[in-house]
């Protein structure tokens, strides 16, 4: 059977949930089967360098003083 397409929003909630360790066995082998990575890719992407600037942004502020 072809799996069916993933959405933006269910490619990021996938992301966030693995990144908090809370993804479900489920979610994960759907993720898996999903025709592309190409969307997981990019999501992580975007997620990691929004956390790095807030990370950067975080330490530019306590070290002001």
Do not use: C, M, R
């Not at 269910?10 to 082998?29: D, E, I, M, R, T």
């Not at 993720?31 to 997981?40: N, V, Y």
């Amino acid at each position: 059977t072809k799996a069916k397409p993933l959405s933006w929003l269910n490619a990021l909630k996938s992301v966030f949930a693995s990144v908090f360790g809370v993804q479900s066995h489920a979610n994960y082998q759907q993720d898996f089967e999903a025709t592309s990575p190409f969307k997981f890719i990019l999501v992580g992407i975007v997620f990691l360098v929004l956390f790095v600037l807030a990370i950067y942004a975080v330490v530019a502020l306590v070290s002001l003083n």
